[in-house]
């Protein structure tokens, strides 16, 4: 389920920008469009991951790692736009941290006005985490291109991102906040 906190409706901003694109001048709809927004999804936001083995209570963490910040520019061309989508994600070691390499993974789904994905992909966030380098951050940045028959048919995008949880963490995750 996305967040629906940080949902901002584009159609506005789209109506407005080809309102005026039609009123003289040269004036184009790229100076006016509004980018999709990126969405953080539900129980996607941060991750605690343990060590291998059985343990589970704060002895066995090797990670926790969120998603800080995300946010989007866009440029817009001949029948796409290209969206740049930055994304900060934090990651703390925790005291079974190995001090190998932690890779975290993100996910980054385009919806369309419909509410279909149309695009998507996993990614990974590398971090070397030890007791003597505890915390680290990651400026992610990714390049979407979504193409579009008229330019109203962007009013409804958005871009779901988040970390992305085994089920065994999204429980974890659950259960630490209350759900």
Same mark, same amino acid.
Not at 44 to 51: C, D, E, S, Y
Not at 77 to 86: A, H, I, K
């Given at each position: 389920?996305?967040? #629906?906190?940080?949902?901002?409706?584009?159609?506005?901003? %789209?109506?407005?920008?080809?309102?005026?694109?039609?009123? &003289? #001048?040269?004036?184009?709809?790229?100076?006016?469009?509004?980018?999709?927004?990126?969405?953080?999804? +539900?129980?996607? #936001?941060?991750?605690?991951?343990?060590?291998?083995?059985?343990?589970?209570?704060? *002895?066995?963490?090797?990670?926790?790692?969120?998603? %800080?910040?995300?946010?989007?520019?866009?440029?817009?061309?001949?029948?796409?736009?290209?969206?740049?989508?930055?994304?900060?994600?934090?990651?703390?070691? &925790?005291?079974?941290?190995?001090?190998?390499?932690? *890779?975290?993974? @993100?996910?980054?789904?385009?919806?369309?006005?419909?509410?279909?994905?149309?695009?998507? +992909?996993?990614?990974?966030?590398?971090?070397?985490?030890?007791?003597?380098?505890?915390?680290?951050?990651?400026?992610?940045?990714?390049?979407?291109?979504?193409?579009?028959? +008229?330019?109203?048919?962007? #009013?409804? @995008?958005?871009?779901?991102?988040?970390?992305?949880?085994?089920?065994?963490?999204?429980? @974890?995750?659950?259960?630490?906040? &209350?759900?």
């Amino acid at each position: 389920m996305i967040d #629906g906190r940080h949902t901002i409706l584009a159609s506005a901003a %789209v109506v407005l920008a080809l309102a005026l694109g039609g009123c &003289g #001048g040269s004036s184009s709809p790229s100076q006016s469009m509004a980018c999709p927004p990126p969405l953080t999804v +539900q129980d996607a #936001g941060r991750i605690t991951h343990f060590k291998a083995g059985p343990g589970r209570d704060p *002895r066995d963490v090797a990670y926790e790692a969120a998603l %800080v910040n995300s946010s989007t520019s866009c440029q817009l061309g001949r029948n796409v736009l290209d969206v740049t989508l930055v994304m900060i994600v934090a990651a703390a070691a &925790g005291p079974s941290a190995s001090g190998g390499q932690s *890779r975290i993974p @993100y996910f980054v789904r385009v919806i369309d006005g419909s509410g279909r994905v149309v695009q998507g +992909q996993d990614f990974t966030a590398d971090f070397k985490l030890s007791a003597a380098n505890p915390r680290g951050e990651s400026r992610e940045e990714l390049s979407l291109t979504i193409p579009f028959g +008229q330019l109203s048919d962007l #009013g409804g @995008y958005r871009i779901a991102v988040g970390l992305k949880p085994t089920p065994e963490e999204l429980n @974890y995750n659950r259960r630490a906040a &209350g759900r």
